[in-house]
């Protein structure tokens, strides 16, 4: 034991210590790493590559580039993109040529959280990625599609690793108990119902298995099962994965929002109930709900978007959980609701048409004229009010640009109220036909 001035060796963590030393001992991600597979293929025939590990936290993206580079007998450098910067760059790329010039060895540069790297310190890996300084592998949470410059992508390859399942968390624990190097030194052992607890809090992160199994070892009796009750208490109320504007999130709402238009009011629930676990902000979906109304059902059921909108009243109101059963009613009615985005559909082509055509004078006839110079002008000359016409309709009127034929942008679906909407346009349209638009001259 230090004394007060000393410094004790300090254990490594359960999860580093079980760290795989061969492709044979990695866990998961059969995907890739099965025999047979590309990955593996390359790895044992010393094909290396640069490459992308996408994937959770916690499915051994470290490890696979350490087993990579120790498989492959390259020298292993590895940077931290939360840490480091151009310099810390700079230092792998001199301590490659190193290896190359003195051991004729080949240097695999892992970067940790690439992500967060800014556009300039990602292209600062491409001309030694181009010339084969360096191999490089970058691991990240996040969508590289959105996150990695395109110049990086096109020189690596991307690899998706998935969360671990429950197979593989089965072998995780299974050595953490049963080697020396793990917690075999203190004979443990975990029932069913307390390891389908453990696997349900990881939610398929590996690296949070061990340690949230480590963090009961140390409170169980040498010899014994570890109670239950046990880990009931060190997990308390355990989250989901969901990483507030990370790819889980985007994810996520995409799913409520896609089991909406797919009149799946279940799937909807779930994916409600999944971001409420995760953590998100029930305003957050209150206003997306808001938008599926307008997106989704538009005028096939008026009604949905006033609904919405006192959910989200309700929500801002009296907040949780009060307001989530009000949002929860809101994504239910949608979900089962008659769909349509012909307004949605209607309102981009408009918006098209706006950018594309430049600004197109409004006719003298739609002009106000409330002054007197106005009317000398011909604002408002030959204007049709409609409710002085049969029907209230000034059949073949022109609301159009001069330089602009006039669009149909609504098309209304033939489901609920948009049925009589399309009854009632098809009447205007048989009014129009039989009285031609008359195009106005400025």
Same mark, same amino acid.
């Given at each position: ?14 999860? !580093?210590?079980?760290? !795989? ?34 994937? &959770? &936290? ?13 498989? @492959?007998? /390259? ?5 931290? !993109? ?36 800014? +556009? ?24 590289? $599609? ?7 992508? @096109? ?80 997990? %308390? ?29 279940? %799937? ?11 953590? *998100? ?24 978007? %006033?609904? *919405?909108? $006192? ?24 979900? *089962? !609701? ?11 082509? /408009? ?20 002054? +007197? ?55 205007? /349209? ?13």
């Amino acid at each position: 034991m230090a004394d007060l001035f000393g410094s004790a060796p300090v254990a490594q963590p359960l999860a !580093a210590r079980l760290r !795989a030393s061969n492709l044979d001992e990695y866990v998961g991600q059969e995907h890739l790493l099965a025999r047979g597979k590309p990955l593996r293929e390359a790895l044992e025939q010393g094909a290396l590559h640069s490459m992308i590990f996408w994937g &959770p &936290p916690g499915v051994g993206k470290t490890t696979l580039a350490q087993l990579l580079a120790k498989v @492959s007998d /390259a020298h292993f450098e590895t940077v931290s !993109a939360v840490l480091a910067g151009v310099k810390e760059i700079r230092q792998a790329v001199e301590i490659a040529r190193q290896q190359a010039a003195q051991y004729g060895r080949r240097t695999i540069l892992f970067v940790d959280e690439v992500h967060r790297f800014n +556009k300039s310190q990602q292209d600062a890996f491409l001309p030694y990625v181009e010339d084969g300084t360096l191999i490089f592998i970058g691991a990240t949470t996040e969508n590289p $599609s959105f996150e990695l410059n395109n110049a990086l992508l @096109s020189r690596a390859r991307v690899y998706v690793l998935k969360s671990l399942d429950e197979a593989a968390m089965r072998r995780l624990v299974d050595r953490a108990l049963g080697e020396e190097r793990g917690l075999g030194q203190r004979r443990l052992s975990l029932g069913e119902e307390a390891f389908a607890l453990l696997v349900a809090a990881a939610d398929g992160d590996g690296r949070r298995l061990l340690n949230l199994l480590e963090n009961a070892s140390d409170l169980a009796e040498d010899g014994e099962q570890i109670p239950l009750e046990l880990l009931q208490s060190l997990l %308390g109320d355990t989250r989901r994965r969901f990483d507030k504007g990370g790819e889980a999130f985007y994810d996520q709402i995409s799913a409520l929002h896609k089991s909406v238009r797919g009149s799946n009011p279940d %799937g909807a629930l779930y994916w409600f109930a999944r971001m409420l676990d995760g953590g *998100c902000d029930p305003l957050y979906i209150a206003r997306r709900v808001v938008r599926m109304a307008s997106e989704d059902i538009g005028n096939a059921d008026p009604r949905a978007l %006033g609904l *919405c909108l $006192s959910a989200w009243d309700v929500q801002e109101r009296l907040g949780s959980p009060e307001g989530e059963l009000a949002v929860a009613q809101a994504i239910v009615y949608l979900a *089962c !609701a008659p769909k349509s985005n012909a307004v949605y559909n209607a309102f981009n082509a /408009a918006v098209r048409d706006a950018a594309a055509h430049g600004s197109q004078e409004v006719p003298l006839h739609l002009r106000n004229a409330p002054t +007197k110079l106005m009317k000398q002008l011909g604002y408002g000359e030959a204007y049709r009010y409609a409710h002085d016409e049969p029907d209230a309709y000034a059949a073949g009127e022109d609301y159009f640009p001069e330089n602009l034929d006039p669009r149909q942008y609504y098309q209304p679906v033939p489901r609920g109220l948009e049925l009589k909407i399309r009854e009632k346009l098809g009447h205007l /349209a048989a009014l129009d036909r039989a009285s031609p638009r008359q195009r106005r001259k400025p």
